[in-house]
């Protein structure tokens, strides 16, 4: 579920780099500050400066449409960073990547399937109509609704029921407990809309004709078709914390990179969240701003999509991804914006009992590349008679480059790899179509966490899980995760996290590549806004304004 | 995007005359010899693999060890240009032999038999005149999945209006010579007249405009490459490489994405000089 | 009325009907195709997110993407006579909508570079074609070279060495407001008319020599009338004819032409929405857009036979008569 991570035509992973370490040493106290600076000596941060004042205007840049501004169908990168400052939900996830309540005033976990929200009072939606507690449980139940076809109806797998059980009070009752469900209210799954004003639009809620009525800093004053889209402050804002410093952001969908990078160049671009790799070096050299890296739940990996062909044997599947050059393609395919991946779940996703994981994180096998053990694990194992296919898709741009570089090391050690190059479409239908899986062997994408929770990314190694694409299943693995995902303590989910992560990577059913930084252009004009991996789902053009 | 007509051949006369005859076409001759020699022998004259990639490699620059530089895989530029002149001209060639088998048969057909054939065959051209070459293959792709083949085949089809047109209207006046009268009137059957006396006759005009028709072809193939329809990576392809070396136009390497370039231009111009050339000849031996 | 009025008028409503029946077969080459196509337009929406079977069916029926194919082509096809192009499966708005916000971009573009082209194609034909020698060989170089060049080259050049490197012109974007829009369609515009203007220029160039060659030029000459005069009012009017009708062919190519051209400068015309479409398996959009390129050529094509009687004096002699 995790639309952040799967890429798309539109959306690029490499992209979406994140972090910042700084958050997971501020909230577990551990003092490291090795980390915020990596070995190449790129700064990891997790703010930019603070703005010292207002702008009249801000241009910035996504690569694409957004296909509807509608929350439920908010699937893709560039709606995301777009929504997030408009319509927010009951809760966010700030800066430090932990989960904090937002149009929620509090919650309570009363018992184990029960969730209940209180509405925060006094907040205004952007027509000026109050927001409700039954505005909040009809937001809440279209996802629920299988006629609307929520993008995000997977995050609402447990919930039984959405009911106002009070004047400013919601109660979610789940069928199981579900550690996640709070986090994912940080997500677009917890937005909240006008109920007036969804049912009043219908169909045309939340296109170019129709808008969208929400609560956030900014609102959407105009929808420029295939141009632009222009937020406006809103003045009535409930939060003085997260009040819009400047009146105006617009954001134009630039496609091209290079249009892009020509833009941030010339100055008529002030910032974006889509740089293309290949030009962060000559931007960070530029002298019109600054590139910053900040912590990211994203991570880019192989995935073994058929664990019946040529890459039965776990040997061969070692074998491959020690002879993978990770720190080469980290520099010619990110130019160094990220780090060498030993695990699905990236240490921008520790959330919380960081110690823990680092711990375990130290433990797992180093992804060094030494191609005389993999050569010697290949002679033992015996080299498959069928060559591996690995899909690769030209929409986006790493992808070809990295599937290049597993052929040749694979030739390296006597392993034959054929690339397979499919459209767009067809590369996005694996998650959803069977038949797009088909003949594919290994399939590359980045790939993380909605928010700070590992948990999140091993549920999908379950038996049967929507993205078990290879039919992985250890009994044991799943006992340890559905514990896990009724295990509020923090430190005991934490354990059985780390106990199913061994599992994983010892079998190395994905085979991870590299996490990549969260990395963000900002003109010297223009400050503020946070580097971690937050743009998609905490108001953070908010937080935009002049630099001096 | 190309734009053609019949009468393109008719239009583009004087290059020839004008610089010493022949000697454009000679060197276009030459350089598109080179061009199929590189092609063939490719194993042996390039200096890397293709497709080895050496990451650590990315976007060298021009070295004794590579000539014209690494792209961002660590690829050698020139190896891959060497190879890329495979794809690079096997599929303009693809198209021109299938659009003119199509169009010659079918204006040879429509030209001897005349009557509802000749007009149902018109109408059929003139439907798919009416789809611009890269607009079918697109359609076609979005059918056939992307790759060299559906845009091969697709621009074959699209092309085919430009070869019977050309085919019909030369086959029609030679159709009513009296050398053709004649052998009918002796009781040669039409196929053998068509193949034996025919043919021969228009073969040159035919050569001449699918000489033009490969430039176009190259030129549109090189643009669905571009936009990633045709040739997939990581199998090298000009149109292709152009299309990746965007990427190093933006970290300052131009090399990788402008070679390719240039020997499109290259190719392009040298097959619209020898299909001119040839125009040139029948026109000056007609009169 | 005349028979000859009547007589065009005539060929004009047969050209119609003619127009008619082949959008009617694109219409229906166009619809199959896209019916034949494999791929799920509603994986491609979700967009990787874990949606159940019910959403996916859900999406399925929302777009009637499982009905009988011919109900789907007639009421597609009924929804087009009223001028309804369906629902854009990847933005969720009507066809139309999409295709009339993007059309500004591309129809400006297009305009544009079809002056260009006819301006800078007929001044250098005409102009090499009089003062032949030097000036027509360096021409004639520059023609062949422009003609085999693909316009994404020319894009690529053009903003690494006008937009990035010199920074006379924005690297992107279509503008706003006409002054500001020319601007920004500039570069866009010169990649999109090059080649063709080369054609233009020597389609010119050739038929200005055969007029000039000829025996009224001569006369011309002989009577004395001045050589401005000869090859403006007398030659040139001759030699435009055939420059007309190629013109026609170059309108619709450059509709094509624009896919690469807005996909190298990253313009939100109808072309990249082309090709954005056929990524995404948006089958509405992608119909709607060949079908108005294809209705583009063949208007074209058919505006050229209507306006040719007029540019040509010997036509324009018998019809009028």
Redesign the interface.
């Known amino acids: 579920?995790?639309?952040n991570s799967?890429?798309?035509?539109a959306?690029r992973l490499t992209v979406t780099l994140v972090v910042g370490t700084l958050a997971l040493t501020a909230c577990s106290g551990v003092s490291q500050d090795k980390k915020s600076t990596d070995q190449k000596g790129l700064k990891v941060t997790e703010l930019t400066p603070k703005a010292a004042g207002s702008l009249d205007r801000i241009t910035w840049a996504v690569t694409a449409?957004p296909?509807?501004f509608?929350w439920i169908?908010n699937?893709?990168f560039e709606t995301g960073q777009i929504m997030a400052n408009v319509c927010e939900g009951l809760m966010r996830l700030a800066p430090d990547m932990s989960v904090e309540p937002a149009l929620a005033e509090s919650f309570t976990n009363p018992t184990p399937t029960t969730w209940v929200y209180k509405v925060r009072p006094g907040v205004t939606f952007h027509d000026g109509t109050e927001l409700t507690a039954e505005d909040v449980a009809f937001s809440l139940n279209r996802n629920l609704d299988?006629?609307?076809?929520?993008?995000?109806?997977?995050a609402y797998e447990n919930v039984s029921s959405v009911k106002v059980s009070g004047p400013l009070e919601v109660t979610v009752a789940l069928k199981q407990p579900d550690a996640l469900f709070n986090s994912y209210l940080s997500s677009p799954a917890g937005i909240v809309g006008s109920k007036a004003t969804v049912t009043a639009k219908g169909?045309a809620y939340?296109?170019?004709?129709g808008g969208v009525n929400c609560v956030g800093p900014f609102s959407l004053s105009k929808w420029?078709?295939?141009?632009s889209m222009t937020l406006k402050r809103d003045d009535n804002y409930f939060d003085p914390a997260h009040k819009a410093k400047s009146k105006e952001v617009v954001f134009?969908?630039?496609?091209?990179?290079?249009?892009?990078?020509?833009?941030l160049?010339?100055d008529?671009i002030d910032g974006s969240w889509f740089l293309?790799p290949?030009?962060i070096?000559?931007l960070s050299s530029s002298g019109k701003g600054s590139v910053y890296y900040g912590k990211s739940t994203q991570g880019f990996n192989a995935i073994v999509m058929n664990t019946e062909g040529p890459l039965r044997d776990v040997r061969i599947r070692q074998a491959l991804s020690m002879a993978i050059?990770r720190k080469?393609?980290i520099?010619?395919?990110i130019s160094g914006a990220g780090q060498p991946q030993k695990a699905p779940a990236v240490p921008g996703s520790w959330g919380y009992a960081e110690e823990k994981y680092q711990q375990a994180w130290d433990g797992l096998k180093v992804t060094e590349q030494n191609l005389e053990a993999a050569k010697k694990l290949v002679a033992d194992a015996g080299a498959p008679s069928k060559p591996i296919v690995v899909a690769?898709t030209?929409?986006e741009?790493e992808v070809?480059?990295i599937?290049?570089?597993i052929?040749?090391a694979a030739k390296k050690i006597g392993l034959d790899v054929q690339?397979k190059?499919?459209?767009?479409?067809?590369y996005?239908?694996?998650?959803?179509?069977k038949k797009?899986r088909e003949g594919i062997d290994l399939y590359l994408t980045g790939w993380g966490t909605d928010f700070a929770d590992p948990l999140q990314m091993y549920q999908y190694f379950q038996t049967d899980h929507?993205?078990n694409f290879s039919g992985f299943s250890n009994p044991k693995y799943d006992d340890l995760i559905v514990k896990a995902g009724k295990t509020q303590d923090q430190a005991q989910r934490a354990d059985l996290v780390t106990a199913a992560q061994k599992i994983v990577v010892d079998e190395l059913v994905w085979i991870p590549l590299y996490a990549p930084y969260n990395t963000l252009f900002l003109n010297k004009r223009v400050t503020g806004t946070p580097a971690s991996y937050v743009q998609l789902h905490y108001p953070w053009a908010a937080h935009l304004g002049a630099s001096s | 995007m190309a734009v053609m007509t019949e009468s393109a051949l008719v239009r583009r006369r004087g290059l020839g005359r004008r610089f010493g005859g022949n000697k454009a076409m000679t060197l276009s001759i030459g350089v598109l010899t080179l061009f199929v020699l590189v092609a063939l022998f490719a194993p042996w004259l390039a200096p890397h693999d293709p497709n080895a990639v050496s990451l650590a490699n990315s976007l060298q620059g021009t070295s004794a060890d590579h000539l014209l530089g690494t792209d961002q895989s660590g690829r050698d530029v020139l190896s891959r240009l060497i190879y890329g002149a495979r794809s690079s001209l096997l599929g303009p060639l693809g198209v021109v032999v299938g659009a003119t088998l199509l169009g010659v048969t079918i204006g040879v057909v429509a030209a001897w038999r005349g009557g509802w054939v000749d007009t149902a065959l018109s109408r059929a051209i003139e439907l798919i005149f009416a789809f611009p070459g890269v607009l079918l293959a697109i359609l076609l792709v979005s059918v056939l999945s992307a790759g060299l083949k559906a845009t091969v085949l697709a621009l074959a089809i699209a092309y085919t209006p430009y070869m019977a047109r050309m085919t019909r209207s030369a086959a029609l006046s030679e159709r009513h010579r009296p050398y053709i009268r004649a052998l009918e009137i002796q009781g040669f059957p039409a196929v053998s007249i068509i193949v034996r006396h025919l043919l021969p006759n228009i073969a040159p005009l035919v050569l001449a405009q699918a000489s033009l028709c490969f430039g176009y072809a190259m030129i549109d193939l090189a643009g669905l490459s571009f936009l990633g329809f045709g040739v997939q990576p990581p199998q090298a392809d000009w149109g292709a490489m152009i299309s990746e070396g965007q990427v190093a136009l933006l970290q300052g390497a131009p090399l990788s994405a402008l070679a390719p370039g240039v020997l499109i231009v290259c190719a392009v111009v040298g097959f619209s000089l020898i299909g001119e050339g040839v125009a040139d000849r029948i026109r000056r031996a007609d009169r | 009325m005349s028979d000859a009025l009547s007589g065009a008028l005539r060929m004009i409503a047969k050209r119609l009907s003619a127009l008619a029946l082949l959008m009617l077969a694109t219409s229906f080459i166009v619809f199959s195709a896209m019916y034949l196509a494999p791929g799920s337009p509603e994986s491609f929406l979700a967009r990787g997110n874990s949606v159940t079977a019910d959403t996916l069916q859900a999406i399925r029926d929302q777009y009637r993407l499982d009905d009988p194919f011919f109900e789907r082509y007639l009421s597609w096809l009924g929804g087009i006579v009223t001028g309804d192009f369906g629902q854009s499966l990847q933005f969720r708005q009507p066809v139309d909508d999409l295709i009339a916000s993007r059309l500004t971009t591309t129809a400006t573009l297009v305009v544009y570079a079809f002056a260009l082209i006819l301006v800078s194609g007929i001044v250098i034909g005409v102009v090499a074609a009089v003062k032949r020698g030097k000036v027509d060989s360096a021409a004639i170089i520059g023609t062949t070279v422009a003609m085999g060049t693909p316009s994404f080259v020319v894009a690529i050049g053009l903003t690494s060495l006008f937009a990035v490197t010199l920074g006379w012109f924005p690297a992107f974007g279509a503008g706003e407001g006409f002054l500001n829009r020319i601007w920004h369609l500039t570069l866009p515009a010169v990649a999109l008319a090059l080649s063709s203007a080369a054609l233009v220029a020597r389609a010119t160039r050739s038929s200005m020599l055969a007029e000039m060659g000829k025996e009224y030029v001569e006369t011309a000459r002989v009577r004395g009338l001045p050589e401005s005069r000869i090859i403006w009012r007398h030659a040139f009017r001759n030699a435009l004819v055939p420059v007309v009708t190629l013109a026609g062919l170059v309108v619709s190519g450059l509709l094509v032409t624009t896919t690469l051209v807005e996909t190298a400068f990253g313009l939100n015309g109808m072309g990249s929405l082309l090709v954005q479409s056929v990524n995404a398996k948006d089958f509405p959009v992608t119909q709607a857009i060949v079908l108005i390129i294809v209705g583009v050529f063949a208007l074209a094509n058919l505006l050229v036979d209507l306006v040719y009687p007029l540019v040509d004096p010997r036509v324009r002699g018998k019809v009028g008569a």
Do not use: C
């Open positions: 579920m995790n639309a799967v890429p798309s035509g959306r449409e296909s509807s509608d169908y699937a893709s299988t006629k609307a076809g929520s993008f995000w109806s997977g169909k939340g296109t170019p004709d420029d078709k295939g141009q134009r969908f630039v496609r091209d990179p290079a249009a892009m990078v020509n833009g160049l010339s008529s293309p290949s030009a070096k000559r050059d080469g393609i520099d010619a395919v690769t030209s929409a741009a070809p480059v599937g290049a570089e052929q040749s690339i190059s499919v459209p767009a479409d067809q996005n239908g694996v998650y959803t179509d797009a929507f993205y």
